[in-house]
């Protein structure tokens, strides 16, 4: 008899070349660098000037402020609660920076207190939603309107200037020797940070898995209500630190500074691939979406779309940034409740077969 044809082990059928790399393609982080390139060249070809340096600074200004509050949001989306506080804490921060101004404080002092102020404020969110158990969205919503309301009350209808020139011109002229805005530069070194310790340290992995399983992370030793105050009072002191770089970069204090910006961050965070439901997403995602958000606006501004207009561009990023990401944590929740609503249908439908039994076998038994 001949031998059986076997083949070598080291000549055994290998998994297919292509499936590391089309789970490369197929990561959200190249996605984004898909649509960032697709944004810039819509904006290349929209305005022969785009591609320019100086309009790469003035991308680069107006998203500077909005950047710097999505990353502290990007840590507490990833714990499951959301901060929608961010943009009336900016526009009271920057308020308070300037009536301590106005009334004879030193601007380092003024800008300070500004930053401490949204501390506080963010303190305020954390202990309501930490210790008091309220939803982190009811409470954001409505200290957004109550923050906004004090500033109002502060400033009115005022406007407040005359900041010391060296500091106010820090939004309108980059870093020596480069094109580079202030804020753009405070945002990249936070972001090293933030990375940092979202992706490789203990703190990063609990935050993670607090968004995964509150519950369990709980039993497992996690502060949860520990982490989740601290994160919403860092939301607050960089919200408060984004109102006086504001302030200064348009050299005035108004009480609807800021006003929608919240949109805005809440858009980046999700487009970054930070899942809504928590425990997924990166900082390097984030920053991607910081330049999608940066170059889309300026491209449509470029090509005359109203803002109203852009505003429903921006949306539409933020249904899609929702439902692509989780597109599979939506379908496996959708069929984890037909699968329950089938069961109680079934078992519905045996206690209502078995009734007439029962009911007979009562009427059987003898007396």
């Known amino acids: 008899m001949s031998e059986p044809d076997v083949k070598p082990a080291d000549e055994a059928p290998s998994q297919p070349s292509w499936r590391p790399r089309l789970g490369v393609l197929t990561r959200w982080e190249t996605l984004l660098l898909a649509l960032l390139g ?18 790469l600074f003035y991308i680069c200004v107006n998203v500077g402020e909005i950047a710097i509050m999505a990353l502290p949001l990007t840590l507490i989306v990833a714990t499951g609660e959301i901060d929608l506080s961010v943009a009336s804490i900016l526009g009271l921060s920057g308020v308070l920076m300037a009536e301590l ?12 207190m500004a930053v401490v102020l949204g501390a506080f404020l ?20 409505g200290t957004l309107t109550l923050y906004r309301g004090i500033a109002q009350g502060i400033l009115p209808t005022d406007t407040i200037g005359g900041f010391p020139t060296i500091l106010a011109s820090i939004g309108v002229i980059p870093i020596p020797h480069t094109h580079i805005p202030y804020s753009i530069a405070f945002f990249a070194a936070l972001a090293v940070i933030f990375g940092v310790v979202l992706h490789s340290t203990p703190l990063g992995r609990a935050i993670f898995a607090i968004g995964a399983a509150q519950e369990a992370a709980f039993f497992a030793g996690i502060r949860v209500k520990r982490i989740k105050f601290w994160l919403f009072v860092l939301s607050g002191t960089l919200s408060g630190f984004a109102g006086v770089l504001w ?23 999700l487009l970054g691939g930070i899942s809504i439901f928590g425990g997924r997403g990166t900082i390097a995602g984030v920053i991607v979406a910081v330049a999608v958000l940066g ?23 933020l249904l899609a940034s929702v439902i692509v990401p989780n597109s599979g944590e939506l379908y496996r929740r959708a069929r984890a409740r037909l699968r329950s609503a089938a069961a109680r249908h079934a078992s519905a439908r045996r206690r ?16």
Request: hydrophobic content about 50%; some cysteine; aromatic content about 8%.
């Open 38 to 55: 697709g944004t810039i060249a819509f904006g290349a070809a929209v305005s022969p000037y785009f591609l320019q340096s100086s309009n």
């Open 101 to 112: 101004f106005k009334h004879g404080w030193p601007i380092w002092p003024a800008m300070i």
């Open 122 to 141: 963010g303190a305020i969110n954390g202990f309501l939603v930490t210790r008091v158990g309220l939803p982190s969205l009811a409470v954001t919503i």
């Open 247 to 269: 302030t200064l970069r348009f050299a005035s204090a108004r009480y609807d500074a800021g006003t929608g910006m919240e949109l805005f961050v809440v858009t980046i965070v």
């Open 295 to 317: 170059c889309l606006q300026t491209a449509l501004t470029a090509d005359l779309i109203p803002a109203q207009d852009q505003n429903i561009v921006v949306g539409a990023l």
């Open 352 to 367: 209502v077969r078995n009734r007439p039994c029962r009911v007979l076998a009562a009427v059987r038994r003898p007396a």
